[in-house]
Each structure stands twice: as C-alpha cells, then as structure tokens.
C-alpha cells in the first residue's frame, strides 16, 4: 500500500480564484470586474457571469482577457482535463483521486447541470493509472471512476463514485470523498492549496493536502511563469488492518501556465524532501505536465 503522487491543481476541483485587485478600480470596466470576483466569491455565479459580461462590453481593458477565461469557466458545461506526473515509482492509489505517492497518469471529463447554479452537480467520470520508473502506464494499475460531484461552497466539493477495476492490481468499490481548494492573490505572489479526506466503503480512510507560495517571474498575455516552495502531506490507512500510512514532503517549486484558447496547459516542476513518513518513494523531483479546458 502506498500514497499516489499530488496533482498541482487536481482538475476535478473547481478551484475559487481571488486574483481581483483589492484597490480601488479608476474604470468603469475594472469596478464591474471586482464586482464579478466578489461576487463568485460568495457563489453568486449568475450574478458573477453577468458582471464580467458587462466589463467585456466596456471599453478594451488589458485585463479583458482574464475576464474572458473567467466568464468562460463559470457558463461551460463540459470541464476535463489530462495529466500526467513523471517521479519515481510508488504503490497503487486508494482511489481515482490520488493525493501523493509515486507517478500518475490520469485523465476527467466532467458534466455540470446547470453552471450558474448557486450549488452546481456534475456528472464526472476519471481514469488513472499508476506509472514505472520510465514514466510509463502500468496497465494492471488502471483503475476508472464515475460518479456526481456537489459544489455546496466557492472552492469545496462533495464527491460519490464507484470505482471500477480495469487493471488486476486494483478492485471495484464506492468512495466519497469532500475536497476544497483555491488561490489568493497579492500582487505578484500567490497562495494555492488543495486538500482532501475521504473514504472508501470496503477499504481505509485517506486525507491529503498541499499548498504552494509561489511569486510571478514573468506574465504575459495570461501566460505565467512563477516559482517558490511547496508542502505535501498524505495519510492513508492498511487495508490489512495495520497503522497509518503518511508522509510530509517540502521543496522549491516551479510552474509554467499557459492559456491555449479555451484551455490550459500548465508544467510544474517539484523538488520534494521527504521530511517525516516512510512512504515510498524518497527524495527526489517531480514534473506535472496537464491540459485542462
């Protein structure tokens, strides 16, 4: 049993961006704009949507873009993404979801009723697989999940699934899982985490977490390069009936975000230094590369 690698930024989660300026705002478009993020802040994304509609129809603002991707995010019906994290080999994920460990494989797509809900249901279903030491699939691994995902809050999600086994190493089961994220902005830094508890019907409880304090080196055009330092923390209960599993990582941290119309490309570079915890695998760097729309 081991503890499967994190995600940067797990693409099943919609995440609550805060990067509004806080000062005040000279232009009709830039007060319209705060609104909409404040707004989304308190789940109000109908009203959110219709404020960044109002700001694109003012007058061209640099910023206008980002306002776009925002608009775009809140009214999309179909979400997914694909991902895959090169490390060193590790033990099979409990679940679909994985939060640490070794290399990972994965992809989602994703359902929402009604985007401009006050609390919006998707209908998800994910694939992953663990990966070996050359960043390769490991086809007895191959583990699919399909369930409804509940977003009661900004940031914080309540998911079912069933998990089905397409590899021999894994088994079906059920799990739910309540997951929260999000990033706060402060000029050029940022804060961004993820954490997750859940548990599986006929298997161990799990609960995980990360958070990166990064700052912006350069940004243009949506595109950002930014670096800064990293924690990672897992734990994980024995199927056989044993004491917990777990482990804390810290490190330096990379990531470059690139839009690509209506997606996202983003390559995070890690180095973790395994502080407490035997989980496999050790010391050593990571690299996410992911595409999300």
Known sequence: MALAAALPEPPSLPTLDT??????????????ATRAYAALAAGERREAARLFTLALSSPADPRAAAWQRERQRLVRRWSGDAWTLLRAAGPVAPAASPVLGGGQSGASLAYT????????????????AASDSDGAPVATSTQAAFGLRWQPHPGLSLS?????????????????????????RRGRLALDGYAEAGALARGPLFAGGQARLSRDLLADDGATLAAGVGAWGSVQGDRRGGPMLGRFDLGPAAALRVPMGRATLAVVADYRVRLAGKAAPGNGPSLTVSLAF
């Open 113 to 128: 009723v009604n985007p401009l809900a006050r609390r919006p249901l998707a209908l998800v279903a994910r694939i992953n």
């Open 160 to 184: 079912a699934e069933r998990l089905v086994a397409i590899g021999a190493d894994v088994g079906d089961d059920w799990t739910l899982r309540l997951a929260g994220g999000g990033t706060r």
């Open 19 to 32: 990067t509004a300026d806080s000062t005040a705002d000279t232009t009709v478009s830039g007060r319209l």
